[in-house]
T-cell receptor, first 112, second 109 residues
């Protein structure tokens, strides 16, 4: 079934550790996004990629990095995790930047 | 700054109609999206409005007034499975989505 796959589903991580959240889509979508969702707040954009080989910063990029080496994969890395990065992380993709975004099932991350 | 406002929570009765409002102030406008999100799940796309007026899709309709910075999502013949959060999002001049915090809709029998 075509869609977006995120891994892991959930993770508990010690503060200071490095962590990469994986995101893969098989819809050949050009654009991909990483959001975090916290209680009482709207989804907030961390980083995005309009096409393979390019990335950009969203609203809350500090402490996170991304890469887009090919169309399908868009990993998000926390270089040194802090407790304020505890959140649910969603990866999304869209055919182009002005098209509806489709979401993965999310990664629930807890930093202790 | 950019801002999306929608009610935090609404309650409605099974079989009834409910209207969820969304007002926005953004830098530029390239469309307004509504998403549904059940608890613990991913958001799923419901509707897209870029021109003024009403878009109907089955039991769900979405309305847009760009001059008023206003949209609503109308849900008819409510079913228990419609209990979810409904997210309003506006695409700004940079083609990035600005999201509201969501409206939690509770359906009672």
């Amino acid at each position: 079934i075509a869609g977006i796959t995120q891994a892991p589903t959930s993770q508990i991580l010690a503060a200071g550790r490095r962590m990469t959240l994986r995101c893969t889509q098989d819809m050949r979508h050009n654009a991909m996004y990483w959001y975090r969702q916290d209680l009482g707040l709207g989804l907030r954009l961390i980083h995005y990629s309009n096409t393979a080989g390019t990335t950009g910063k969203g609203e809350v990029p500090d402490g996170y990095s991304v890469s887009r080496a090919n169309t399908d994969d868009f990993p998000l890395t926390l270089a040194s995790a802090v407790p304020s990065q505890t959140s649910v992380y969603f990866c999304a993709s869209s055919e182009d930047t002005n098209q509806p975004q489709h979401f993965g099932d999310g990664t629930r991350l807890s930093i202790l | 700054g950019q801002n999306i406002d929608q009610p935090t929570e609404m309650t409605a009765t099974e079989g009834a109609i409910v209207q969820i409002n969304c007002t926005y102030q953004t830098s530029g406008f390239n469309g307004l999206f509504w998403y549904q999100q059940h608890a613990g799940e991913a958001p799923t796309f419901l509707s897209y409005n870029v021109l003024d007026g009403l878009e109907e899709k089955g039991r769900f309709s979405s309305f847009l007034s760009r001059s008023k910075g206003y949209s609503y999502l109308l849900l008819k013949e409510l079913q228990m499975k419609d209990s979810a959060s409904y997210l309003c999002a506006v695409m700004d001049s940079n083609y990035q989505l600005i999201w509201g915090a969501g409206t939690k809709l509770i359906i009672k029998p």
